[in-house]
């Protein structure tokens, strides 16, 4: 009897084995109740059932996974005609193991405390293109997300003690400031993890007790109207604090945003509220006046460090002007420019349609995929991350999950055209990719082999590096020096001349010409009008000293020099 009421025992439990709760030692289960729940404010709104089974012989569980996530899809569909309540729809049919027991200390706590860490990752880098990329993902999950209060609520209670956390770290030098001393950071470094776990206590205390007041549907409505408030308070805040702290808007513009100087903000905490962008707007500024020096086209891919020397201010070589979108403009011109504001369009066409066809818990899984091309895309416009496949890669793996992500599975059809065409487009890539490196491997390698005075060796790894990158001109110099050490001057000259002719707009290719003529052949005629020519595509460069090269040079043809 059960509660007086008979019921039949279909079985007893081996010893040891407690259920599915960690910690509870209940007596007995029953399997199923269809009888009613006393009604409860707490769970009026949560709706779940759990089944205690076995798999069968040679099942998996990832197995019995997919199989259950075909019954939820169909579930949905049912739920979806019967009623319009949204809680039914999201709701899921999940397989966890539960041999030692379930326990939803992770599910409830997991994730604050990933939040806690990600906000304490995300801001003692002192990174503001970081930090703006992740105030930008966590505002389109919030606008996406059919869960906005619950995702509010954690981030809440997360923000808050990260703020804790962080306000402590940045009073600790060692922690946020370059040149510290290893006994320092170790020493601030200890009492920063027990800072963290410290926040970490807060966290679940906030989400203790939010679980224990619950969320039902008026509690969540009025949760969702106060954390509006608090967000519409806090951003006027903001505004009317920079308006004060900046007077003139035009005046604060030019000597805070873009800086006078170009010179690099000071890498503290003081710089998360500095809105000087560093040298990147001298860079950016560079990068439109290479593209206007070679307009609509622009002055080639991956050119910018050559192009900028005629028109930068310093010495600093730079490889990227730390801009996507402003990069293809300088090297690709028009079309480049408009082949990425495409391939912008496009990825954000797919992460709208993976939202559009999917729903319940499917749907949460693509809005946070959406976050990768979300951040790349925001903090691309100023830094160069496409140059790195760590970070490039997985935004084009998360496009093509979006992009698959919902669709029916078509018939296997064998296309053999289409599998050696992308088969040879691979090849191509990955060629692109490590023939470059290849060949300055064989570069270095003649280096070493000429230092041995090993000749025939030198002079094979040159040639080997010309075949594998035939537009760059150090395999050609590493040629000419083999020429040279040999003595072979007019062959050495020629390789120089040829070094000149591939990349007439490097000032590089005219400083080696010249200088070989100046020290070995020793024509000043000839010296001074290639290193003028140099000089001319780098004037700020720091190979021009007074008394230097070029001014023996000038001084040599000034005396005749070049007279017959």
Not at 285 to 294: K, L, R
Request: contains cysteine; aromatic residues 6%.
């Amino acid at each position: 009897m059960l509660d007086t009421t008979p019921v039949t025992v279909v079985g007893v439990t081996p010893r040891g084995f407690f259920g599915l709760e960690v910690g509870a030692r209940p007596d007995i289960w029953v399997p199923m109740s269809l009888r009613p729940v006393p009604p409860s404010p707490r769970l009026r709104d949560q709706f779940g059932v759990s089944l205690m089974a076995r798999l069968k012989p040679g099942a998996s569980l990832d197995r019995a996974r997919a199989e259950m996530d075909v019954l939820n899809r169909a579930r949905v569909e049912d739920l979806a005609q019967m009623s319009t309540n949204p809680v039914w729809r999201q709701a899921r049919l999940g397989v966890e193991p539960a041999g030692s027991g379930f326990s939803t200390i992770r599910q409830h706590y997991g994730k604050p405390l990933l939040a806690l860490m990600a906000i304490v990752a995300l801001l003692l880098p002192l990174s503001r293109a970081g930090l703006v990329a992740g105030l930008a993902v966590v505002l389109l999950w919030l606008l996406l997300s059919r869960e906005r209060v619950e995702g509010g609520l954690l981030l809440a209670a997360a923000a808050v003690p990260a703020a804790l956390v962080l306000g402590w770290a940045f009073t600790r030098p060692a922690l946020v400031e370059e040149g510290a001393a290893k006994a320092d950071r170790v020493s601030d470094g200890r009492l920063f993890g027990v800072v963290v776990l410290v926040g970490a206590g807060l966290v679940v205390g906030l989400v203790f007790l939010g679980l224990r007041l619950g969320l039902d549907t008026a509690r969540r409505r009025g949760s969702g109207r106060a954390l509006v408030v608090v967000a519409g308070v806090g951003a006027a805040a903001c505004v009317v604090a920079l308006a004060i702290a900046i007077g003139n808007p035009v005046t604060w513009f030019d000597e805070e945003v873009t800086g006078t100087s170009c010179s690099e903000v000071v890498n503290d905490p003081s710089r998360l509220g500095s809105p000087n962008v560093n040298n990147r707007w001298c860079w950016w500024n560079e990068a439109v006046d290479v593209y206007s020096e070679h307009s609509p086209f622009g002055s080639g891919a991956g050119t910018f460090e050559i192009a900028r020397k005629r028109v930068r201010t310093d010495i600093r070589n730079v490889l990227q002007p730390h801009s996507v979108p402003i990069q293809q403009l300088s090297d690709g011109g028009v079309v480049a420019i408009g082949l990425f504001v495409l391939l912008v369009l496009a990825g954000a066409g797919v992460c709208v349609a993976a939202v559009r066809r999917l729903d319940g818990a499917e749907r949460a899984a693509v809005v946070a995929l959406i976050a990768a091309p979300a951040a790349f895309i925001v903090h691309a416009a100023v830094d160069y991350t496409w140059d790195f496949l760590a970070v490039a890669a997985p935004t084009m793996v998360a496009l093509g999950v979006l992009a698959g992500a919902g669709r029916s599975p078509v018939p296997f059809r064998r296309r053999t055209v289409l599998a050696v065409a992308s088969v040879l487009v691979a090849l191509v890539a990955l060629a692109s990719f490590t023939s470059p490196r290849a060949a300055e491997s064989s570069v270095r390698k003649s280096t070493r082999a000429l230092d041995d005075r090993d000749f025939d060796a030198a002079r094979d790894a040159a040639d080997r590096a010309r075949i594998l990158n035939p537009l760059s001109v150090e395999p050609i110099w590493a040629l000419a020096r083999v020429d040279e050490r040999q003595g072979r001057y007019e062959a050495a000259e020629s390789r120089y001349v040829q070094a000149v002719e591939l990349q007439p707009e490097n000032p590089e290719t005219w400083y080696a010409l010249g200088i070989f003529e100046f020290q070995v052949l020793g024509n000043m005629c000839a010296a001074y009008e290639f290193l003028n020519n140099a000089y001319t595509l780098d004037p700020a460069g720091s190979q021009w000293v007074p008394g230097g090269e070029l001014d023996l040079a000038r001084d040599a043809v000034n005396d005749g020099a070049c007279e017959p």
